[in-house]
């Protein structure tokens, strides 16, 4: 009966090491999709800045064409 359970209890003792190995690899495949995120959102975020600062030349090139035409808004 002890070797029944030794048994057992070596096949659980297994498959537990197999879900720590799976886990573990998932783990650093998760990582690695979160730096690639957090080096995509830094390009976004650049990005994001160039064209606000772009609208906003836009927008004060309006207003001083507005002012140079005599156009009141």
């Known amino acids: ?3 029944k359970r030794l048994l057992r209890m070596e096949s659980q003792l297994d498959a537990l090491i197999e879900r720590i190995h799976e ?3 998932e ?4 990582r690695v999709r ?9 390009v976004m975020m650049h ?8 609208i906003k030349s ?16």
Do not use: P
């Open 34 to 42: 979160e730096h690639q995120w957090a080096s995509e959102k830094m």
């Open 58 to 73: 836009l927008i004060a090139q309006l207003r001083k064409l507005e002012v140079d035409c005599g156009v009141e808004s």
């Open 1 to 3: 009966m002890n070797e």
């Open 47 to 54: 990005k994001n800045d160039t064209a606000r600062e772009k």
């Open 23 to 25: 886990l573990e690899q």
């Open 27 to 30: 783990n650093s495949e998760l």
